[in-house]
């Protein structure tokens, strides 16, 4: 069983590569719910919508988010009517938020809810939530404090980051489902997704950092810095404000707490003996993720890793 997670663009194309490499059932996706924003009263949550949408096939491949194909006569029409429209939403994209808002307010969990919708989009890799509990990523800038939609979406990353919290997570607790699936990995993979906004508020959840330190599996992170620079997203410049240097040295520092082996890009092999200087073990690889074969190539890379570890640990 393969556990991984995951944010929503670079995961979603990770996972993508990772349902190639071994049957879907053996994959679960543990995705972040830090980013989840209630708009024009639907309850939203685009990394998990990212990540379904990707693994059905059905992900925008030129926007990234929301529905192959989609139109935006709702968005436009909404637009006229005076409501803010900077987060953009798909028509048939709605439908899923629709349905998602009508079984919360039903009572029914987050977790209960994605794997319905899940289902019903023909995924057959098990997706979770990281939490059933609110959680909600707030960047402090220049410009105050904001939700991370509206720093991302509306101010498109270009104002400048201070801090990044998140509200709600110390007193959220991470679901049986989650803690079942880290325990039960035979390898646990870190998606190429930001290190602070992404996979930052999933370990902020009390109880996640513990069940991946205690969890025999091998734990494998792909970095999303490339030479210095994030291969999509502002994952460098708050990784900065973070203290932590844009690197894949700074990837390391993140996760040296309970991380195996980190896969860089060919582009960073220079960089092998300082990740190693950290107590871990640097993978190359090709990180790009730019055909289906390359994704799948790269969680291939990641599941021989963590796979070998294992057998390297055991015959010690």
């Not at 929503?8 to 924003?37: E, M, S, W, Y």
């Not at 950290?278 to 690889?285: D, F, I, P, Q, T």
């Amino acid at each position: 069983m393969i556990a991984v997670l995951t944010g929503g663009t670079g995961g979603a194309k990770f996972l993508q590569g990772v349902v190639r490499a071994v049957p879907p059932r053996q994959v679960t996706a543990i995705v972040n719910t830090g980013d989840d924003v209630v708009w024009w009263g639907l309850n939203i949550s685009p990394d998990i919508d990212s990540v379904m949408y990707g693994l059905a096939g059905l992900l925008s491949r030129e926007r990234g988010w929301g529905l192959e194909g989609d139109t935006f006569a709702c968005l436009e029409h909404m637009r006229e009517l005076g409501e803010p429209s900077w987060f953009q939403l798909g028509d048939r994209d709605l439908a899923t938020h629709v349905r998602r808002t009508g079984m919360l307010r039903s009572g029914k969990t987050l977790t209960a809810v994605t794997a319905e919708l899940a289902a019903s989009f023909g995924v057959s890799s098990r997706l979770l939530p990281m939490t059933d509990d609110r959680v909600e990523t707030r960047v402090l800038t220049a410009r105050g404090e904001l939700s991370f939609q509206e720093y991302f979406v509306r101010e498109k990353w270009k104002v400048p980051v201070r801090k990044v919290r998140f509200a709600g997570a110390e007193t959220a607790r991470p679901t049986f489902e989650v803690l079942r699936a880290i325990a039960s990995a035979e390898v646990i993979v870190i998606a190429p997704s930001n290190p602070i906004t992404s996979i930052g508020p999933i370990l902020a959840v009390p109880g996640i950092r513990e069940a991946l330190r205690s969890s025999p599996a091998q734990k494998v992170a792909v970095s999303p810095i490339i030479s210095g620079k994030a291969f999509s997203g502002p994952a460098d410049q708050l990784m900065v404000a973070h203290g932590f240097p844009a690197t894949v040295a700074g990837v390391a520092a993140i996760y040296r707490e309970f991380l195996s082996t980190l896969v860089i890009d060919h582009a960073d092999a220079a960089s092998v003996s300082e990740i190693e200087a950290l107590g871990l073990r640097a993978v190359c690889a090709s990180t790009l993720m730019n055909s289906e074969d390359a994704k799948r190539d790269l969680a291939a890379v990641c599941l021989a890793a963590g796979r070998s570890h294992t057998r390297a640990a055991t015959n010690l």
